[in-house]
C-alpha cells in the first residue's frame, strides 16, 4: 500500500506562482514513479507530470511545459509541482499519483490516487 497525501493548492493571480506537495508512505514507496494530474468539473482527469523516483525520467503534458517543474526529495519521500505562470485555464483540482508504470500513468490508470488540491487562478 501506497499513501498519498497532496498539499499546497490556494488562489493565486494569473502569472503567479504556486508549489504543490505530494508525500508519500508505504513499504515501497521507492518503486513508483510518481505524477500530477489535474480535472476539472465536467471533464475528464487528465495527465499533468510525471518523474520516476530516481528522477532520472520526468514526463509533461504540452499544456505545462516550460511553467511547471516536477521534482523529488526522496530523503521525505515527497514529490513537488512547481508551477510558474499560472493561466486561469490552470484552474483546477491537483491530484497525485503513484504507479510502476508510466504507461498506466500516462493513461489516467495508477493504482494509488492522494486526494485533491484545489488550484484556482484569477484573471
Known amino acids: 500500500q501506497v499513501q498519498l497525501v497532496a498539499s499546497g493548492g490556494g488562489l493565486v493571480q494569473a502569472g503567479g506562482s504556486l508549489r504543490l506537495s505530494c508525500a508519500a508512505s508505504g513499504r515501497t514507496v521507492s518503486e513508483y514513479t510518481m505524477a500530477w494530474f489535474r480535472q476539472v468539473l465536467r471533464k475528464e482527469r487528465e495527465f499533468v507530470t510525471a518523474?520516476?523516483?530516481?528522477?532520472?525520467?520526468?514526463w509533461y503534458a504540452d499544456s505545462v511545459k516550460g511553467r511547471f517543474t516536477i521534482s523529488r526529495d526522496n530523503a521525505k519521500n515527497t514529490v513537488y509541482l512547481q508551477m510558474n505562470s499560472l493561466k486561469p485555464e490552470d484552474t483546477a483540482v491537483y491530484y497525485c499519483?503513484?504507479?510502476?508504470?508510466?504507461?498506466?500513468?500516462?493513461?489516467?490508470?495508477?493504482?494509488?490516487w492522494g486526494q485533491g488540491t484545489r488550484v484556482t487562478v484569477s484573471s
Open positions: 518523474i520516476t523516483w530516481s528522477g532520472d525520467s520526468t
Open positions: 499519483a503513484a504507479d510502476p508504470s508510466i504507461n498506466n500513468l500516462r493513461n489516467v490508470l495508477p493504482t494509488y
